[in-house]
């Protein structure tokens, strides 16, 4: 990218991550604290963690994780009890 790409690749920047570190240096902070910046961004959060939950809810990890039950069936402890011990 541009005139140095090996420096990107050298100091391993996220261009996102320089771009926020530059704007806040140069105060886009006075942007981004007022009230409707924050509910859009808030919203946004909001929005993303609702649709996160809802993909986790479609598709549990118990169906990608084939469970095997691989103890001894004559053991007379409980699950609680075999974990402490």
Do not use: C
């Not at 991550?17 to 704007?23: D, P, Q, R």
């Not at 240096?25 to 946004?44: H, M, P, R, V, W």
């Not at 994780?65 to 004559?74: G, H, L, M, R």
């Amino acid at each position: 990218m541009g005139l140095f790409p090996e420096l990107w690749q050298l100091l391993d920047i996220h261009y996102w991550n320089f771009f926020l570190v530059i704007g806040l240096t140069f105060g886009i902070d006075k942007i981004l604290n007022n009230q409707t910046a924050e509910f859009i961004i808030d919203s946004a959060g909001g929005l993303f963690l609702l649709w996160m939950g809802w993909g986790m809810s479609k598709n549990p990890v118990g169906s990608a994780i084939p469970i095997i039950d691989k103890s001894n069936a004559e053991s007379k402890r409980g699950p609680i009890s075999a974990g402490i011990i």
